[in-house]
């Protein structure tokens, strides 16, 4: 197991600057920062922040931080997390981030000061996410959702992102569809990058090309909505769309009800999520529905496990399945029946 004294070593520093940036110390530089978050990764050290909570005297409440508590998604995870946290006598306080860093990391901050016992967080999406250095700023157990980069030493929990995504669009695929667009959110969040690589990998098995079909970046509905005017009036206009989250599938059905064009008679449609309204529509909406509930249940189980145990644990990173559900958005391909958007 890798030691303040492999990292120093790595780092070409000294172990007080190894534990000063381990310990959120303020002066020490960026480029020196850098340097030692570089060289706990390469080793695999992890800090021993369970101890370090119980000399503090750490309390029995948990943070909960998420990136935008209007996305429904996050909002029931965050919901089971205080369920299945309350029933184990454990207090829980949200945090939203708005997909800020800054402010991401004064949350950790505080909660630090408060001695907190442990944390779940999904990250932000603004840059590349350090979750090692997200853990080392809260000072005590942290366990990652839905965001966590696949090499890390945090304890995780997704879902299979690359899988559903690949399935989704297959399926567009053997209605005959070969243009399908994409509909992306943040270009750097970890979920985004798989579910695009997803949708990739089956347009490249059937030989399909994805040049000019898909729009990142469709951070809100309106941005999603803006990106479905600009496929549906394009030169290769799509015969399909695959939203790879919840804001981007409302952006796409308001897109093209602004453009007169419906699915599935115009355009076929798939969505990650819409839990709250994808039924509510008429035609209902094929999708990916993630397992909140059991996401912020195994969040707690990872973390309390890791809170309450005597022992070092190995990291662990836990891969949920998705529920693949088929309603009314998607039909048959058929050569000629495009119609103009208005």
């Known amino acids: 197991m890798a030691t303040m004294h492999d990292v120093a070593k790595k780092a070409g520093v000294s172990i007080a600057t190894v534990s000063a940036v381990i310990n959120g110390g303020v002066n020490v530089s960026e480029k020196l920062t850098k340097r030692v978050q570089d060289a706990i990764r390469d080793v695999g050290y992890r800090p021993n922040i369970v101890a370090r909570s119980l000399k503090t005297g750490g309390t029995k409440t948990l943070v909960c931080i998420v990136p935008g508590i209007i996305n429904p998604i996050y909002a029931e995870i965050a919901q089971a997390i205080e369920v299945f946290a309350n029933a184990k006598g454990y207090a829980v306080f949200l945090c939203n981030a708005q997909e800020e860093c800054k402010l991401q990391r004064k949350y950790l901050h505080l909660a630090r000061s408060m001695q907190v016992a442990g944390g779940i967080i999904i990250p932000a999406a603004e840059q590349d996410v350090n979750v090692e250095q997200l853990e080392m700023d809260l000072g ?44 992306a959110s943040y270009p750097l969040s970890t979920t985004s990058l798989q579910r695009i690589a997803g949708y990739e990998a089956a347009m490249d098995k059937a030989g399909l090309s994805t040049e000019g079909l898909v729009r990142q970046n469709c951070s809100n509905v309106d941005r999603a909505k803006s990106a479905v005017y600009d496929l549906m009036r394009s030169d290769n206009r799509p015969t399909a769309l695959f939203a790879t989250y919840e804001h981007a599938g409302m952006g796409v059905v308001q897109g093209l009800n602004s453009l007169g064009l419906s699915y599935p008679k115009d355009v076929s449609f798939i969505t990650f999520d819409g839990n709250a309204w994808a039924d509510a529509l008429h035609p209902s909406i094929t999708r990916i529905r993630q397992p909140t509930e059991n996401m912020g249940r195994e969040a707690v189980r990872l973390v309390l496990e890791r809170i309450e145990s005597k022992t070092e644990l190995s990291v662990r990173r836990l891969v949920l399945e998705t529920e693949f559900i088929l309603k009314d958005s998607c039909a048959a391909y058929i050569a000629g029946k495009e119609a103009d958007p208005s």
């Open 140 to 183: 005590a157990p942290l366990v990652v959702v839905d965001r966590a980069p696949l090499e890390t030493t945090v304890d995780s929990v997704v879902v299979d992102n690359f899988q559903a995504a690949e399935r989704a669009v297959s399926l567009l695929i053997n209605l005959g569809h070969r243009r399908i667009g994409a509909v």
